[in-house]
């Protein structure tokens, strides 16, 4: 696990390793030119920022030595002395000593005594000649011998990892393409030369997702201060458990659901536990528990917000959704159907509006995140026990698995976390209902809308009633599934399963909804990708 | 992972927008987690005077944590061009000791304050604070 | 474009020293000759895949892999209308891959564009009255009149490519 001193301490040795390096640069340049300004205005800086850091580390000793050679560079600066003679040796030494300090900090070892230098530095300072000792000469040519070391990490921008991921993204999906043509083409030489493109390119995938994982306490870590933060503001005794900081996960992922999970924290403390007063009176300890937690399960991450508070009223949300006319089907909803309810758009349970549930912002904040990543949410509650909101998230964005299907001539790829089932219905297997298509898909109705239909849409008008005079022969269905919401799409025919990498789309199009972006197919066609949620909130909008 | 950050708002955040100026990546890292673990929003970090400029005029922020030493440039040069673009950003000076000169003369030309490293996560938050409940600055623009 | 007006009344001969030149990448819409300059074109290639793109206005002919880019392909003929009646769109036909402030698009065009270099003193400014946004004046740098005859209309792609002026819908899109 890494916790956030670890990472100071890692940034801190990095950083002083680099800035160690550039000093050792920087005084090779002085001895070529005593006055070269730019090399000694570095060193001052450089010798600065290691003070500052190696403080801020509590490195004290680390933070002194620095501290001298910045007066003492300062001092060159303002040419009150000259890098010339026993100054030279000593500031060698000097950076000597912070390398070695360093290198001891690295290794979790004490750090070697500077006081005789400190003394010379301080001699230097005051404008005495400093003592030098023939020992300690021989020493440093002794130390000139060392090898040199560069640091064990880098800094890269999320936006590079996220090109290399696309790339090797497209990488694989060519891979797959020669596989298949090596395949037809049967040629053993082509075909081995492919096996071996395909478990280095399986390797290399996995390399570059692995180089953006990052513990997910990155963002747990935020949450003591929030629920310090809201528990105080609605007057509650909270107690925060985290648990599974350490599970990696995309670092893209997690920036993503950084709202969502914010929201259900929030929510957790403001909504879901009771007042110390309530907790007493219900028999419950008067300190409520909210646990944060990630966990793996098979190719997913898991992060849960537990808390043991009042639960979800169940019939209190159908009442408040029949009440909304959000949907009239709502008395015969079974408890996870109704829960769903919470998170649909507008939706919100609180009867009086405070600083920290928000004002009119709901739980659909979470479905939309978690839809565009594609990841699931699971609602488990007990009345009066607690809830908990298990956020299912794939580990890595890079490839996701895809239907690809043909409408009027063009593929477009539907992602399989969306996808229920395939169908091939006969025409005396659709009834219309309502002016709509609807099929029965185990025992339960299923309304079908050709897909050319939803995406020519255009205008308010809504979709035109169906009729299946003119149906004939097996109609291809792809049923999809949003928010536990069956839609069937009619569609020209299948092509295939497939990985796809999701580009996103660039301005001027990213406006259009229906599309969660575009893939390139193996033959180079840009395949558009459709996004279901959007999909069916268009069906729901327009359907007669 | 290093280097990666993320970004959170928070209730009590009041939105506050701050720019991290400071060539240390060290320093900047400590600082931003410190804010925005307080709810701030951290809306850049700059390295260099030139990329603090530009990024102030870019993101307006409504503070500016000035190092007084960076690479390129005086910090006292850059906050004299910060006063310039974004006379309604509060500038907050950070610096080690044994730079209380340098520190005076930015307090002259518009700095509201200063921390010195290095810091705690209180003090940080307290000058920070009060910085931005100070309203001297637009007076004076 | 006030340097274009200073030198007026001077003669012709005192220009023998280095005028600024403009180069244009130079292509033809409908029966008229039109000019981007070069330095707001990324590159020319031949027509790839061009997949149609539901919810778009009709002068977008759709999405088109560009070097692992995917952009919007557009057709200017459609979009000023002046495409002459029973003229389809050629089979074989090119892509200029212009540049908009933070994405790129491409125009088809029928013919190879051809780079052209003229004085800039030649492009008169465009006249400025026509606020109609279906037509072409609106995006206009100006006219390049040719010493050979002929005029170059020029274009300006940063006034053309603005989102709400690409994504100019004759309906209105689905989302709600």
């Known amino acids: 696990m890494k916790t956030r001193d670890q990472e100071y301490r890692e940034l801190f040795m990095a950083e002083a390793l680099e800035y160690y390096d550039s000093m050792s640069r920087h005084l090779s340049e002085l001895e070529r030119n005593p006055n070269a300004g730019p090399a000694l205005n570095e060193l001052f800086r450089l010798m600065h920022n290691l003070k500052a850091n190696a403080r801020a580390m509590g490195f004290a000793d680390l933070g002194e030595v620095a501290h001298h050679l910045e007066t003492l560079f300062g001092l060159i600066r303002d040419q009150e002395r000259t890098f010339s003679g026993a100054l030279i040796k000593v500031v060698f030494a000097g950076v000597d000593a912070l390398g070695n300090m360093i290198r001891a900090v690295g290794a979790d070892q004490a750090l070697p005594d500077a006081t005789a230098l400190l003394d010379n530095l301080d001699r230097l300072v005051r404008g005495e000649e400093p003592i030098l000792e023939e020992a300690e000469e021989a020493e440093s040519e002794e130390e000139s011998g060392k090898k040199m070391e560069l640091s064990d990490l880098v800094y890269i921008q999320v936006k590079k990892l996220d090109n290399l991921l696309n790339l090797v993204g497209e990488l694989v999906i060519d891979r797959d393409r020669i596989m298949t043509l090596a395949q037809e083409i049967g040629n053993p030489a082509l075909l081995a030369t492919a096996q071996h493109l395909f478990r280095i390119s399986d390797d290399l995938q996995y390399s570059v997702m692995d180089a953006r994982l990052v513990g997910v306490g990155v963002l747990l870590n935020k949450f003591p201060r929030v629920v310090r933060d809201v528990a105080s503001a609605e007057d509650k005794e909270v107690e925060l458990i985290l648990s599974g900081q350490d599970v990696q996960i995309d670092r893209n992922i997690l920036q993503i659901i950084t709202d969502a999970l914010l929201h259900l924290v929030r929510n957790a403390v403001s909504h879901g536990l009771e007042t110390t007063a309530q907790r007493a009176a219900a028999g419950k300890p008067t300190v409520g528990h909210l646990t944060l937690s990630a966990l793996t399960e098979r190719d997913d991450v898991l992060i849960q917000v537990r808390d043991d508070g009042r639960g979800i009223d169940t019939e209190a949300v159908r009442r408040k959704a029949i009440e909304r006319g959000l949907t009239t089907a709502a008395a015969a909803l079974d408890e996870q159907a109704v829960w769903a309810l919470l998170f649909e758009p507008g939706f919100s349970m609180a009867s009086k509006v405070t600083d920290i549930s928000g004002r009119g912002v709901g739980l659909d904040v979470v479905k939309m995140a978690l839809d565009s990543l594609g990841g699931q949410l699971r609602v488990e509650s007990q009345l009066g026990q607690g809830t908990t909101f298990t956020l299912v998230l794939p580990t890595s964005i890079a490839v996701k698995g895809a239907l690809l299907v043909e409408v009027e001539e063009r593929p477009y790829a539907i992602p399989l976390m969306h996808t229920d089932t395939v169908l091939a219905l006969q025409p005396e297997q659709i009834s219309v209902v309502g002016g709509m298509l609807v099929t029965h898909v185990q025992g339960q109705a299923v309304p079908l809308v050709p897909l050319q239909l939803l995406l020519h849409d255009e205008g308010d008008e809504l979709l035109p009633f169906a009729d299946k005079a003119d149906m004939t022969g097996a109609q291809q269905v792809l049923v999809v599934n949003y928010n536990n919401r069956r839609l069937g799409l009619l569609v020209d025919r299948f092509i295939r399963q497939q990985n796809i990498v999701i580009k996103p789309l660039s301005k001027p199009l990213d406006t259009i909804d229906l599309f969660g972006g575009v893939t390139l197919l193996g033959s180079g066609q840009v395949c558009l990708v459709l996004d279901v949620p959007a999909l069916t909130r268009l069906f729901l909008t327009k359907r007669p | ?141 | 474009m006030a340097e274009t007006e200073v030198p007026a009344p001077i003669a012709k001969t005192e220009r023998a020293k280095p005028a600024e030149l403009v180069q244009l990448i130079v292509f033809r819409l409908g029966d008229e000759d039109y000019g981007i300059r070069i330095e707001q074109v990324k590159e020319v290639t031949v027509t790839p895949d061009v997949a149609r793109m539901p919810k778009t206005p009709p002068f977008i002919k759709g999405i088109a892999n560009l070097r692992g880019d995917i952009i919007a392909i557009l057709d200017l003929e459609e979009r000023f209308r002046l495409r002459p009646a029973g003229r389809p769109i050629p089979e074989r036909s090119y892509i200029i891959a212009v540049e908009a402030a933070d994405y790129v698009l491409g125009l088809m065009v029928r013919e190879v564009p051809r780079p052209f270099t003229m004085p800039l003193s030649q492009i008169e400014p465009a006249p400025e009255f026509v606020q109609d946004s279906s037509t072409r004046d609106k995006y206009l740098e100006g006219i390049a009149k040719l010493p050979e005859g002929g005029v170059i209309i020029v274009l300006d792609m940063r006034k053309l490519l603005t989102p709400s002026e690409v994504m100019r819908l004759p309906g209105k899109t689905a989302s709600s």
């Open chain 2, 1 to 141: 992972m290093l280097g990666h950050s993320l970004n959170l708002t928070f209730p009590n955040s009041m939105n506050k927008r701050i720019l991290i100026v400071d060539d240390s990546f060290y320093m900047r890292t400590m600082l931003k987690n410190m804010l925005t673990d307080a709810g701030y929003e951290v809306v850049g970090e700059a390295a260099n005077g030139a990329q603090a400029v530009e990024m102030a005029a870019s993101t307006s922020p409504d503070l500016i944590t000035l190092d007084v030493i960076l690479p390129d440039n005086t910090g006292l040069d850059v906050l004299k061009s910060l006063r310039q673009i974004q006379p309604s950003a509060k500038v907050v000076m950070c610096s080690a000791v044994g730079q209380e000169v340098i520190v005076t003369e930015a307090i002259e030309n518009g700095a509201l304050a200063y921390i010195v490293k290095p810091f705690s996560e209180e003090k940080v938050l307290e000058i920070v604070g009060a910085a931005l409940q100070n309203d001297a600055s637009e007076q004076a623009a």
